[in-house]
């Protein structure tokens, strides 16, 4: 069974294994300061009697407060768009952001692999057991799930129950954390040649 990480490299395995948010929010946080930048702009030029960069704030004010005789469409349209950035901003807050990598228990490192790697590994054990060419073989990992697409050589017998078992094998080797469920999927038709 796999022994948990020490305690000092879970920062290195979390940060190595989540994206940051940082992106996001300095984007958004950039957008508000300039945002604020530009009234505090409009509402000194205001007070200094100067002509307006794109409008006073009193015409802004008497414009907000003539949307509710405008038509229908514009109010609404923007409301909509404000509530989409809204939730995308908050999905972005609350999911966790996930990198395609998976963690592999080590008593002496902090030992982080690609998604790729572990797919190109049971991609070789798969086609190995199904005694089929490597080439006809594709795998996609995600989080929790790798799914095993092969495509035999036509006219050679594939033995589904073998395939499974090996690529079973091979993640029980990795012992990967978050664990990951195989699924194996064989083409009906086969491909000629090997």
Same mark, same amino acid.
Not at 42 to 59: F, G, S, Y
Not at 113 to 123: F, G, K, P, R, T
């Given at each position: 069974?796999? $022994?948990?990480?020490?305690?000092?490299?879970?920062?290195?395995?979390?940060?190595?294994?989540?994206?940051?948010?940082?992106?996001?929010?300095?984007? !958004?946080?950039?957008?508000?300061?300039?945002?604020?930048?530009?009234?505090?702009?409009? #509402?000194?030029?205001?007070?200094?009697?100067?002509?307006?960069?794109?409008?006073?704030?009193?015409?802004?004010?008497? $414009?907000?407060?003539?949307? &509710?005789?405008?038509?229908?469409?514009?109010?609404? $349209?923007?409301? #909509?768009?404000?509530?989409?950035?809204?939730?995308?901003?908050?999905? &972005?807050?609350?999911?966790?952001?996930?990198?395609?990598?998976?963690?592999?228990?080590? &008593?002496?490192?902090?030992?982080?692999?690609?998604?790729?790697?572990?797919?190109?590994?049971?991609?070789?054990?798969?086609?190995?057991?199904?005694?089929?060419?490597?080439?006809?073989?594709?795998?996609? !990992?995600?989080?929790?799930?790798?799914?095993?697409?092969?495509?035999?050589?036509?006219?050679?017998?594939?033995?589904?129950?073998?395939?499974?078992?090996?690529?079973?094998?091979?993640?029980?080797?990795?012992?990967?954390?978050?664990?990951?469920?195989?699924? !194996?999927?064989?083409?009906?038709?086969?491909?000629?040649?090997?």
């Amino acid at each position: 069974m796999s $022994t948990p990480a020490p305690y000092s490299y879970r920062r290195i395995l979390r940060r190595e294994t989540h994206s940051s948010r940082a992106v996001p929010a300095i984007t !958004v946080a950039v957008a508000v300061i300039l945002l604020c930048a530009y009234a505090g702009t409009e #509402i000194v030029l205001m007070m200094l009697n100067r002509r307006a960069l794109l409008a006073a704030p009193q015409d802004m004010l008497t $414009t907000l407060g003539t949307l &509710g005789s405008a038509p229908v469409a514009a109010p609404v $349209t923007i409301g #909509i768009l404000l509530m989409l950035a809204g939730i995308l901003l908050l999905i &972005g807050a609350l999911t966790p952001g996930r990198r395609a990598r998976h963690q592999i228990p080590s &008593g002496r490192a902090a030992v982080v692999v690609d998604n790729e790697v572990i797919a190109s590994a049971l991609a070789r054990q798969a086609a190995h057991a199904g005694n089929a060419n490597p080439d006809n073989t594709v795998v996609s !990992v995600s989080a929790h799930r790798a799914i095993v697409h092969l495509t035999p050589t036509s006219g050679t017998p594939v033995q589904s129950d073998a395939i499974k078992e090996a690529v079973q094998q091979q993640l029980a080797a990795f012992e990967l954390y978050p664990p990951v469920r195989a699924s !194996v999927v064989i083409a009906a038709a086969g491909k000629v040649g090997s």
